[in-house]
């Protein structure tokens, strides 16, 4: 027979679920494989684990399901759920959560496939500009068309040489250029989205040196406990 989990209730290695040292019991969790974009949200039902260097312990169905090794990097985003059943916390952010009436649903039905995490926000292009020209008068050069507004390098081919520090890849571009502004503002650093083969990879930089690149990588991990790695271009 299983053993019980912290609150009371039988571990099930089916359930998408996982015990964390400091998070709320219950409560719930976005987990991230910074290596191949998948994320799921997964149900807080446990303490531990309690060996030096884990962060987080989840059952086989959330191994599986993320295609996790034992040295994966992953990005772990706490979500609250109070008594009026209002969810608050980082891991809201780009995670679709359907809110109950009820306090504290048992076992919520989340999509565990990276393409649905958020409704992606409509564009709008800009209208093009039309310059009307005097009948009677010799039509003028035409007037130089708006510059358009500078768009994050998405192309492997057009990224600058140097050495860069990869944090993660994700399948959803707009996600990806998301957290690819909130690294580079709380680094003060500059970054790329490289596609390739249909995953985004946040990468900061380029760097003109491999030491460079090794301060961004430990002030990375010491700010955002995230264990980015070096490639070069």
Known sequence: MSRLTTIGERVNPYEFAAAHPTLPIPSYAKITNLINGRTMIVRINDRGPYVEGKQIQVTPAVYNSLQLMPTTPIQIEGIVVDQNGQISGIGTQGAQIEKRATTLPERPNFNTQPSTMAPQPSVTAPSPITV????????????????????PVSSSSAIAQGYYVQVGALSNQTNAQTWL?????????????????????????????KTQAETIKSALKQSKNIDGFIVSQ
Do not use: F, R
Not at 133 to 148: F, Y
Not at 183 to 208: C, M, R
């Open 132 to 151: 009307t020209q005097p009948a009677p008068a010799p039509a003028p050069a035409p007037a130089p068309a708006p510059a358009p507004a500078p768009q």
């Open 181 to 209: 502004s909130e690294l580079t503002n709380a680094l003060n650093t500059q970054g790329v989205i490289n596609t390739t083969d249909g995953l985004h990879k946040v990468q900061l930089g380029p760097y003109s040196s």
